[in-house]
């Protein structure tokens, strides 16, 4: 069953987002020759993140909902490391702070959230729903080492581990794409990965010298 174009729209719009905060950070970095973190990386991640829960959440894709369930608020609390988060409306960080317990209780009201369903979407075999749920975690455990790291120094940073986890989790996820048939998915991570391995090398060159 194929889903609407608009769906996909929300999903290349999010995948954009993603794209863009990658190719800003990585054209900082060029220019300064070591990995910075720019503000707008973070502020590009909330955004993308939530639209990216949204497509998921509409192509009842439990490993697209997990993976940004579990980055959402990283991305918040960067956000706060780096002192921009209360420079926005009050207004607007109340509704990023509640807006994934928002969908989940809009989605039971209305009977359209089943929880089996994400389980046991006949479009995605056991196995590969199992393939994609390993790659996002991966892909996750980057942030979480990422905000380890920067809760240690005090400051918003994106370390060698960071790229590295990126770079396996991206790889997975490009074939969990692949397997799942996801324009989405493939689009967003294929240029990604040239990026992770770029700043791998960015980072070990600056741990070299």
């Known amino acids: ?35 910075l973190t720019p503000s707008t990386f973070w502020w ?44 926005s409306p009050k207004a607007i960080r109340w509704f990023l702070w509640i807006f994934p317990v928002l969908i989940v209780i809009y989605g039971y009201n209305n009977g359209d959230y089943d929880v089996d369903k994400l389980f046991r979407n006949e479009n995605i075999p056991l196995w590969l729903l199992l393939l994609g749920s390993i790659a996002q975690v991966i892909f996750t455990l980057r942030f979480i080492y990422q905000w380890i790291y920067s809760e240690r ?39 990604g990965v040239f990026i992770y391995f770029r700043n791998m090398r960015l980072s070990i060159g600056i741990d070299k010298s």
């Open 1 to 35: 069953m194929h889903s609407p174009f608009w769906i996909y729209t929300i999903g290349f719009l999010a995948q954009l987002m993603f794209s863009g905060r990658l190719i800003i950070q990585w054209f900082l970095s060029e220019k300064q020759k070591r990995v």
């Open 44 to 87: 590009l991640s909330l955004g993308a993140s939530f639209l990216l829960f949204v497509y998921g959440y509409l192509r009842d894709d439990f490993a697209i909902m997990l993976g940004q369930t579990l980055t959402y608020f990283i991305y918040i609390r960067n956000l706060q490391l780096q002192g921009q988060w209360v420079k």
């Open 153 to 191: 120094k005090k400051k918003s940073s994106l370390p060698l581990g960071f790229w590295l986890l990126s770079l396996v989790g991206g790889l997975l996820i490009l074939t969990y794409a692949i397997l799942r048939r996801d324009p989405v998915l493939f689009v967003g991570h294929l240029m």
